[in-house]
């Protein structure tokens, strides 16, 4: 079983900077693409950004060119940086392990307890 531990949410303001952090442990890191969502209260999971094992990393659209997500392998952490935040960046915030290939999917992935954002206007 793998177990993820996120950090780094809090109070921002649209146009700040926020970095996100997801310290993994229990299976073998490189093993696992380790992916963020975001949930509002009452709605769906939200894709953000992707590592993969080999460290490509993949985006959601609105976050393309604002947000980089890497991951140090002798640390077993991933960290998401996110710039220039827009609205609707709010919510929890959740760190995600999947196999291999996995993809986007919700389903068949391990989860953290997740780290709030909150609008501080």
């Known amino acids: 079983q793998v177990q993820l531990v996120e950090s780094g949410g809090g109070l921002v303001q649209a146009g700040d900077s926020l970095r996100l952090s997801c310290a993994v442990s229990?299976?073998?890191?490189?093993?696992?693409?380790i992916g963020w969502f975001r949930q509002d209260p009452g709605k769906e999971l939200e894709f953000v950004a992707e590592?993969?094992?080999?460290?490509?990393?993949s985006y959601a659209d609105s976050m393309k060119g604002r947000s980089t997500i890497s991951r140090d392998n002798t640390k077993n952490t991933v960290h998401l940086q996110m710039n220039t935040l827009k609205p609707g960046y709010t919510g929890i915030y959740y760190c995600?392990?999947?196999?291999?290939?996995?993809?986007?999917?919700?389903?068949?992935?391990?989860w953290g307890q997740g780290t709030e954002v909150t609008d501080s206007a």
């Open positions: 995600s392990a999947s196999p291999s290939g996995h993809g986007r999917d919700v389903a068949g992935r391990s």
């Open positions: 590592v993969r094992g080999s460290s490509t990393t």
């Open positions: 229990g299976r073998t890191f490189s093993d696992y693409d």
